[in-house]
């Protein structure tokens, strides 16, 4: 391969072929990936050589970076930083908020990729559940639609405190009233009851000494 910068560009069926015989070299299941070849990004050289290959599946607005491919693991090391570039891209166009992997080079270490805490991992796709547990991850920005349906939801929940705030105040008004009422009540009962008393023992304001 020349001195001159590879083109990278998304994969074809034309480029079945030459695909084929770089995972066949690394014993990926290649009926498999040939079902899902616009997946990839390939790096062609000027003779319109692949020379390096990479997929990103997609699922729930986050991408699973895999099945990376060289036709000689010399080129690695100058490809991966132009696959990872094109890899970004494609990552911003669909607006996706991580990227997962479980290809082990050193490279994607420095590319940011950590291993995920037990948090993390729970927003892993359901999809990808099944496979191999050696993940690793990139956030690259925030879920701002779960963000304003937190919101969202947080405001309801506020809105709702309030109602019933408003509605234990009202309860306690008139619950303050009732016992008022009653209280009223039984001050006409005792003045009343006392007025009977009086009325039909006169005498009673006449004992004297």
Same mark, same amino acid.
């Given at each position: 391969m020349n001195s001159a910068i590879p083109r990278v560009r998304r994969a074809t069926l034309d480029d079945i072929g030459q695909l084929t015989e770089i995972w066949k070299a690394m014993r990926y299941p290649v009926e498999d990936l040939s079902k899902r070849i616009t997946e990839f990004q390939v790096a062609e050289n000027t003779e319109g050589k692949i020379d390096g290959a990479l997929g990103l599946e997609i699922a729930q607005r986050q991408g699973r970076i895999h099945s990376e491919g060289f036709s000689d693991f010399s080129l690695a090391d100058q490809l991966r930083p132009l696959l990872w570039e094109r890899i970004n =891209? =494609? !990552?911003?166009?669909?607006?996706l908020l991580r990227l997962w992997t479980q290809e082990q080079a050193p490279f994607w270490n420095r590319c940011g990729l950590v291993k995920p805490d037990v948090e993390t991992m729970e927003k892993l796709p359901a999809v990808w559940r099944t496979l191999p547990p050696a993940w690793q991850t990139l956030k690259l920005k925030d879920d701002v639609e779960s963000l304003i349906s937190l919101d969202k939801e947080f405001a309801l929940f506020m809105e709702s405190e309030k109602q019933r705030t408003q509605k234990a105040f009202?309860? !306690?008004?008139? /619950?303050? /009233? *009732? !016992?008022? *009422?009653? !209280?009223?009540a039984l001050f006409i009962l005792v003045i009343a009851g006392g007025y009977i008393i009086v009325r039909n023992n006169p005498h009673l304001l006449h004992r004297g000494p």
């Open positions: =891209v =494609v !990552a911003t166009n669909h607006g009202q309860q !306690a008004r008139i /619950l303050k /009233l *009732l !016992a008022t *009422l009653i !209280a009223f």
